[in-house]
């Protein structure tokens, strides 16, 4: 490929992304176009020059539509989903100093199963057979949050006859109705707000609701309110572990409301899946390490008393449960051969006790 060649259209380099599992593909101002493969960015082409100024404008004009180059010119960026012959993607274009950034999500249209992502079937099942409460699935960007969300979106569908409603933004995979009537909305095209979303939610008689992030204040108190009136609720937080989730959802209320609001999280939570997608030493793709916490009485009392400090050591006696903790999983990892030491180190919550264990 000469360093001058820059594609007609966004299209090209999607199938280009689709065709070597990448899981995301980058076209940036100033940069050479890039692909995400394993967790790792890196040019799609040693020799490309960079981008110009030009060369992103007309990119992102090749595939954006009226309403979408209207919005980014208005508000600076723009997200929702893109849809091709190729499949779906998550599509999210920036103006920035230099000129225009895009990255694209590439969405596996492939609902995978529970089992198939590696979850602990007899641990995760009884998560989703629950009539009412809360069960969260946090991580980082990337560690495969919206992944895991489908599977239980998925087999919730197949094993219950009940009305599933997820608000997204934007949607990623596609549910089909099965033994559930199955509604999705996506925020910006059918509803201003996750909020705004989820209040109109509840006089839909839901059984079942999937919220994509509980971002503020507001969505995290309907998703709680939901979940204590009789509501299943699914949502995701950008958090690393169960005790920072805790913490994270409390800390939005204002202090004098924090007492309530830890008996409400203490009686409607039913788990926490916490996960990483940690590089195989093989070179080979990605592996799942999860953190699973789920509500016991112990585990109630931690929330109720405001000690979410006290949690791992709770959850190292709740194995019979299928609790554990990150870095039993990135131990377990390591101790099978399918992650290296300094990914296990990297990744530790407590470096301290990884050292400790690598040094034993």
């Known amino acids: 490929m000469s360093e001058h060649q820059v594609l007609d259209h966004v299209d090209q380099y999607l199938r280009l992304g689709r065709e070597y599992d990448c899981s995301d ?10 692909w995400r493969r394993f967790g790792r960015l890196s040019p799609i082409w040693e020799d490309h020059a960079p981008l110009t100024p030009q060369d992103t404008e007309r990119l992102a004009k090749s595939f954006l539509g009226t309403n979408e180059w209207n919005r980014l010119q208005e508000k600076g960026d723009v997200d929702f989903a893109y849809a091709n012959d190729e499949g779906r993607f998550r599509a999210s274009v920036v103006k920035q100093r230099l000129g225009y950034d895009m990255v694209f999500r590439i969405i596996n249209t ?23 409460g809360l069960v969260l699935v946090t ?16 087999f919730i569908n197949k094993d219950r006859e009940d009305h599933i409603l997820t608000l997204e933004d934007p949607i990623e995979y596609v549910f089909e109705s099965k033994g559930c009537h199955v509604n999705q909305r996506e925020v910006h095209a059918h509803t201003d707000s996750f ?8 006089r839909e008689d839901p059984d079942v609701i999937m919220v994509g992030e509980m971002r ?13 009136t009789g509501h299943l ?13 805790l913490d994270r959802v409390l800390d939005v209320f204002p202090t004098d409301q924090r007492d309530q609001i830890r008996i409400m ?37 931690c929330i109720r008393e405001g000690k979410t400090y006290m949690l791992p050591g709770v959850m190292q006696t709740g194995k019979n449960v299928g609790m554990i903790t990150m870095d039993e999983s990135l131990r377990n990892l390591y101790v099978q051969g399918a992650i290296s030491r300094d990914e296990a180190l990297f990744r530790a919550d ?5 050292r400790a264990f690598f040094q034993s």
């Open 350 to 354: 407590d470096k301290i006790q990884m």
């Open 110 to 132: 492939q609902i995978r199963s529970i089992e198939s992502i590696g979850l602990p079937m007899e641990h995760i099942i009884p998560l989703t057979r629950y009539q009412n």
């Open 195 to 202: 909020a705004k979303a989820l209040r109109g939610a509840l």
């Open 139 to 154: 991580g980082s960007v990337g560690s495969g949050k919206s992944t895991t969300l489908a599977a239980l979106v998925d």
């Open 265 to 301: 999280v203490s009686e409607s939570l039913r788990g926490i899946l916490s996960q990483q997608l940690v590089p195989k030493m093989d070179g080979s793709g990605r592996t799942l390490a999860l953190e699973l916490l789920v509500n016991t009485a112990a585990v109630a009392n």
């Open 233 to 245: 609720v699914l949502g995701t937080l950008h958090t690393g572990n169960a005790p920072r989730t």
């Open 25 to 34: 593909i980058h076209l940036p101002t100033s940069y050479p176009p890039a």
């Open 216 to 228: 503020d204040l507001e969505t995290i108190q309907l998703a709680l309110t939901a979940a204590e």
